[in-house]
């Protein structure tokens, strides 16, 4: 009977588990923070933003003359999608600060790495976690916020001149939260404390927008909204939402570009941080 040399050969998963290997990542990651019941509830505090504007919607629609001062064309949304700017920065605090940090405290990391997973893999699954909450909070109300402005105000929205809300929509809501869960998962890296990674991330975005605030309004700078991750967001939104601006707002094109800087950045970040092996100094 022929005996065959068999040497090591490495772990393949399922075929079709080959490209969602992060997946039970950000599954089982989600399932732990919306355990939380506090989580649960700032997440639909989050929403009480789209219930005011589906409110303006229709008042407006009973009332035409009130849209003068609550206009409900395309600024409705680009103005709903900057103020759930905030809403993305409390929830990547809450709901990520500690998904880099615990792993790297308690060595959870190397048991990751050690299994059929890669370093993608991995970031994958963290950052899948962030952007659903943050998607959750940006696209999905938005998008049926512009549902809800189409069935009560048809004659309002069914125009071709406004086909582009819905891409808009997405494009600027995926910006948002692309940005700011990388730059927090980058953040938490850094760290091996939820709470320092949490506070510092709050911090960061934080402190930069009120070093943008002072540097415009006292000393007149109006290079220094470059400096402010949120302003930067909302600049793409003026121009995707055609809304007005009070003349300090950061140029689009440069804010485009720094904040593909800032997310190439934090994954350059995450790819040094994150490793199979732990490296003692």
Do not use: H
């Not at 933003?49 to 001062?69: L, M, N």
């Not at 405290?105 to 050690?114: D, E, K, N, P, W």
């Not at 400096?227 to 055609?242: I, K, M, T, V, Y």
């Amino acid at each position: 009977m022929p005996i065959y040399d068999q040497g090591y050969r490495r772990y393949e998963a399922r075929g079709p588990l080959r490209s969602l290997r992060f997946w039970p990542i950000t599954r089982e990651a989600l399932a732990l923070i919306f355990a939380r019941r506090a989580f649960a509830l700032l997440f639909g505090f989050m929403w009480l933003p789209f219930v005011v504007r589906v409110v303006q919607i229709f008042v407006v629609t009973r009332f035409p003359e009130a849209g003068r001062i609550l206009p409900i064309d395309g600024r409705l949304f680009g103005e709903f999608l900057n103020q759930q700017i905030g809403a993305t920065l409390l929830l990547s605090v809450f709901g990520g600060a500690g998904l880099v940090a615990n792993d790297l405290r308690s060595g959870a990391i190397l048991v990751y790495l050690s299994r059929p997973l890669t370093r993608r893999d991995y970031v994958l699954g963290k950052l899948g976690v962030l952007m659903a909450l943050n998607l959750g909070v940006t696209v999905a109300p938005a998008l049926l916020l512009y549902l809800v402005g189409v069935g009560l105000a048809s004659e309002q929205y069914l125009k071709w001149e406004l086909w582009w809300i819905a891409p808009a929509i997405v494009a600027q809501g995926f910006g948002v939260s692309l940005a700011m869960g990388l730059v927090a998962l980058a953040v938490s890296s850094l760290s091996r404390s939820a709470r320092v990674a949490g506070l510092s991330f709050f911090g960061l975005i934080v402190g930069l927008e009120m070093a943008r605030g002072i540097l415009v309004n006292i000393v007149r700078a109006d290079w220094a909204s470059l400096l402010s991750l949120q302003a930067n967001l909302r600049a793409l939104a003026a121009r995707l939402f055609g809304l007005t601006t009070r003349g300090a707002e950061a140029d689009p094109v440069l804010a485009a570009v720094l904040l593909a800087a800032v997310m190439a950045g934090s994954l350059l970040v995450l790819r040094r941080r994150v490793r199979a092996v732990e490296i003692v100094r």
